[in-house]
Nanobody, 118 residues
Framework: QVQLVESGGGSVQAGGSLRLSCTGS?????MGWFRQAPGKEREGVAA???????TYAEYVKGRFTISKDNAKNTLYLQMNSLKPDDTAMYYC???????????????WGQGTQVTVSS
């Protein structure tokens, strides 16, 4: 069973940066970052395939970068130029399908809060 633990969230002003980490990926075929704001559905942010291929939601392209360190069994999300709209709980997930669709991921972390103030 895959157990995922996120860290790195916090509060930052607009324009700032944060790097999220997720341990426990165990070389899953696809790893993803998702986020959920209050009153909204959980949405896909970025995903990385086992061979390193990546995909991003349009609203984070050019600002966020997903990466992984297989030796450390850790997934990352570097978030730059943060906006108040990026405020949400961020989750990492592992699954067998390379996609940003949340329903295709089997394992989830507990989430880490990101708050961006204007």
């Amino acid at each position: 069973q895959v157990q995922l633990v996120e860290s790195g969230g916090g509060s930052v002003q607009a324009g700032g940066s944060l790097r999220l980490s997720c341990t426990g990926s165990r070389n899953s075929f696809s790893m993803g970052w998702f986020r959920q704001a209050p009153g909204k559905e959980r949405e896909g942010v970025a995903a990385i395939r086992i061979d390193g291929y990546t995909t991003y939601a349009e609203y984070v392209k050019g600002r966020f970068t997903i990466s992984k360190d297989n030796a450390k069994n850790t997934l990352y999300l570097q978030m730059n130029s943060l906006k108040p709209d990026d405020t949400a709980m961020y989750y990492c997930a592992a699954g067998n399908v390379y996609t940003l669709r949340r329903e295709r991921y089997n394992y989830w972390g507990q989430g880490t809060q990101v708050t961006v103030s204007s």
